[in-house]
């Protein structure tokens, strides 16, 4: 992620801009805006979205419900992928989550959706089952989850089961 890119909780007046970054990413099953103002109004979500200058270039979001918790959604700007920003997005939200009780994070992907299974790969989540033919297209869901990493007195990371 580069320097000038900076991450803040989402808020009702970054709206218009994720809605628009939303519709071109999910052009076939893009949430509303009423759905994202829902999302922010809820307690238990998390979101945040990186900004550059003015322009919002990505949004995440997590449904907490300790010890678990949920990946809602995560996109970038076409024209910022690949320079770590889903990654920074994501890390932050996890490390808060873990910090405050969450042991596991769950979320479903497109099976076909490669970016992004590579991006949750990285992040350690591993598939637990895959739901055939779970899209209106006949597309696979496949479900990952994360177990909360645990520092070992070797300093290395291991996972808790
Ligand atoms: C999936 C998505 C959010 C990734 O965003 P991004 O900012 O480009 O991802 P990052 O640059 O943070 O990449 C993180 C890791 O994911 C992997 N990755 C991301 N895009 C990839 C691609 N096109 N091909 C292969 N690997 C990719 C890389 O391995 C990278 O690892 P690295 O940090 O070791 O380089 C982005 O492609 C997107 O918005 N897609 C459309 C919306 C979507 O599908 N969201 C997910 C719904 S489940």
New binding site residues.
């Given amino acids: 992620?580069t320097g000038t890119v900076r991450l803040t909780p989402m808020r009702w007046w970054h709206l218009d801009d994720v809605h628009r970054l939303e519709v071109r990413?999910?052009p076939d099953d893009a949430w509303s805006l009423e759905q994202f103002w829902q999302e922010l109004a809820q307690p238990t979500r998390r979101y945040l979205v990186a900004v550059d200058g003015a322009s919002v270039v990505?949004y995440a979001g997590m449904f907490i419900a300790e010890p678990d918790a949920d990946?809602q959604?995560?996109?970038?700007d076409?024209n910022?992928?690949?320079?770590?920003?889903?990654?920074?997005l994501l890390e932050e939200l996890l490390a808060v989550a873990e910090h405050g009780g969450v042991t596991h994070t769950l979320?479903?992907?497109?099976a076909d959706?490669?970016?992004?299974r590579?991006?949750y790969?990285?992040l350690g989540f591993e598939r637990i089952s895959q739901r055939p033919r779970y899209y209106a297209d006949g597309g696979d869901a496949l479900i990952l989850r994360r177990a909360r990493p645990r520092h070992s007195d070797a300093g290395e990371v291991d996972r808790d089961r």
């Avoid at 910022?80 to 920074?88: L, S, V």
């Avoid at 979320?107 to 497109?110: A, F, I, S, Y």
């Avoid at 959706?113 to 992004?116: H, S, T």
């Fill in positions: 992620m990413l999910f990505g990946i959604t995560v996109g970038v076409p910022r992928q690949g320079e770590g920003i889903a990654r920074g979320l479903e992907v497109r959706n490669e970016p992004a590579a991006l790969d990285r």
